[in-house]
């Protein structure tokens, strides 16, 4: 890079935070434009999200063939995914196996929490601060911090005084938990609660959840991978590597629809939920038609074709009417995906406490107490969630020397350019950040298009001799306007939903991924960079 003037040499070119899927490309791409780089890791161990949530049942919910790293061809021919969906263990032997391949450990400092970075302007270097008090100097920053990544549990009162035992999904115990025989409560019937509620039902005496909001969920019908599928998969990767990058979501097969779920019969519209609903997955419901979350006549049609389905398994009418959802259009929330979830409440052991009419008041000693009742329990489950999204950013003091945190800059919700960078806040970027498609799309390959976004970025800073890069206010009140806008334009925004903050008491209400589509996405952060970084400042 350009030292003009009183630039000090910084340790590195890049500091990297978090040890996921996202900081582990990201230094795998410094280091191939030649930069030194080091990422720091929180977790005793590399894999982000798959190291952290190792709950019973945790799964992806895209298939594994597509949920993996595209920019290696060896690698993604090599890899034998064992089923159709990775599960939370095969997706962290995938990650350390890309580690190890690409020679990654070496330059991953592992239990390094970083708790502060902060900007010199004069000297142009981003000082970053471990928990533990160690520092790195470095001339960019780049928070791989994740979205789901800063674990949530209510304020319930009372839960120091629980004598059994509890766990947060996103802070699993490694060697797992033995349920047998006990009496257990799950609080939340998100994705995660509906991945863990059908494998804790298997082991447990007796199993409550503890429900606020119901969720729709879609079948996964997860099997091993069928070979001749794989086979013809790979064959054609490159290909589905092409298309994907035009796609709503950045997944390949699944185009934009241009169909309206009103102008198809009836009879036709129903045979495509039924036949979707039997192939499994959520991102054909999301693509069915061009009008499933922007119209809500249209969503209308899908979301009873899956209450009707849920009443078709559960017997009891009352447990099945509970679990429908009816307050929210289907995908407005993050639709989940799940292994005989609602056929889990035809089990005996199985029972659906309804906390919306009678709220979670306090953990007792002996369980939970709702406003209606005191259920004993042995153990806990908080399938609760995450501060989504800006949680793990405004955990670490993020500032320019002097100036207000970044925490403090987003206390009425993010506002970045094209969700990579924050203007204030030079020579800092954000992998799958808020104000990007990230969490809308196959978040591996947003991974990767953001990346090397930003090598690109670097590569041509070095080319002319500049060292620091800022985005203008201007282009962030822009694309920020662009961001509600769009989102204003679907159904999405009607939901109290981790995307719109709703989760976490106090937090902005501000929808915050960007939701038009990966490829219009991709398409404006290529013509910002072909016009010389349109609405950045770069310098020396
Ligand atoms: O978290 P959530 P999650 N009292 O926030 C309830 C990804 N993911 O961990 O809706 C009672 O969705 C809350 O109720 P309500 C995926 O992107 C992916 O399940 O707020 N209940 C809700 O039911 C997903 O969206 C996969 O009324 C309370 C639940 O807890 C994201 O991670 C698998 C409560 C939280 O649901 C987060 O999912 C797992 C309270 N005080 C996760 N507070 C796959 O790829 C919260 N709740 C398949």
Not at 201 to 209: G, K
Not at 291 to 298: H, I, M, Q
Not at 500 to 508: H, V
Request: glycine share 10%; hydrophobic share 40%.
């Amino acid at each position: 890079m350009g030292q003009p003037g009183s630039e000090r040499n910084p340790e590195l070119g890049v500091v990297i935070v978090g040890a996921g899927l996202g900081g582990l490309y990201a230094l795998h791409r410094m280091r191939g434009i030649g930069m030194t780089a080091r990422v720091y890791e929180a977790g005793s161990g590399i894999g982000g999200t798959w190291f952290w949530n190792r709950y019973p049942g945790a799964r992806c919910d895209i298939e594994s063939l597509e949920y993996s790293y595209a920019f290696d061809d060896d690698l993604q021919q090599e890899w034998k995914w064992p089923e159709r969906y990775g599960a939370q263990p095969a997706i962290l032997r995938y990650i350390e196996h890309v580690a190890d391949r690409f020679d990654l450990r070496r330059d991953v400092r592992l239990n390094a929490r970083i708790a502060e970075a902060v900007y010199d302007g004069a000297a142009n270097l981003w000082t970053l601060r471990t928990t533990e008090g160690e520092t790195v100097t470095a001339r960019y920053c780049i928070m791989a911090t994740g979205n789901l990544s800063t674990p949530r549990v209510p304020d319930f009162p009372g839960l120091e005084r629980f004598r059994g035992r509890w766990y947060h999904s996103g802070l699993w115990p490694a060697e797992g938990v033995d349920f047998t025989g006990l009496r257990v409560g799950v609080v939340g019937t998100g994705s995660t609660g509906i991945q863990m509620i059908p494998l804790i039902a298997q082991q447990a005496q007796h199993l409550h959840v503890f429900q606020r909001t119901a969720n729709f969920s879609l079948p996964a019908r997860n099997r091993p991978m069928d070979p001749e599928f794989e086979r013809a998969f790979k064959a054609d990767y490159r290909r589905r590597r092409e298309e994907a990058k035009d796609t709503p979501v950045g997944v390949s097969g699944f185009l934009a629809p241009t169909e309206s779920a009103l102008t198809v019969p009836e009879a036709e519209r129903r045979r495509r939920y039924e036949e979707l609903w039997q192939q499994g997955g959520t991102i054909g419901f999301l693509t069915s038609f061009n009008d499933f979350l922007v119209d809500e006549a249209a969503n209308e049609t899908a979301a009873e074709f899956v209450r009707e389905k849920i009443r078709a398994i559960v017997r009891d009418p009352a447990v099945a009417e509970l679990l429908a959802p009816k307050d929210h259009p289907i995908g407005s929330k993050r639709l989940c995906l799940d292994t005989g979830y609602y056929e889990t409440y035809n089990r005996d052991n199985v029972t659906l406490v309804d906390v919306r009419r009678a709220p979670i008041v306090e953990i007792t000693e002996a369980g939970i107490r709702t406003t209606e009742a005191e259920y004993p329990l042995d153990a806990i489950a908080f399938a609760t969630g995450f501060d989504a999204m800006t949680g793990a950013l405004r955990e670490i003091d993020v500032r320019v020397a002097g100036g207000p945190a970044l925490a403090d800059v987003w206390k009425d919700g993010p506002r970045t350019y094209l969700g990579l960078s924050v203007p204030g806040f030079p020579n800092f970027f954000v992998i799958t950040g808020p104000g990007s498609p990230g969490v809308k799309s196959q978040m591996i390959h947003a991974i990767e298009q953001h990346t090397d976004w930003i090598a690109d970025c670097l590569v041509h800073l070095r080319a002319q001799q500049l060292s620091r890069i800022e985005a203008r206010e201007q282009a962030s009140e822009a694309w920020v306007a662009h961001v509600n806008a769009v989102a204003d334009g679907t159904l999405y925004p009607r939901a109290d939903s981790w995307y719109m903050g709703a989760n976490i008491p106090g937090k902005p209400r501000v929808f915050m991924p960007y939701v038009g589509g990966v490829g219009r996405y991709r398409r404006t952060c290529d013509e910002v960079a072909a016009e010389g970084y349109r609405g950045f400042v770069l310098s020396r």
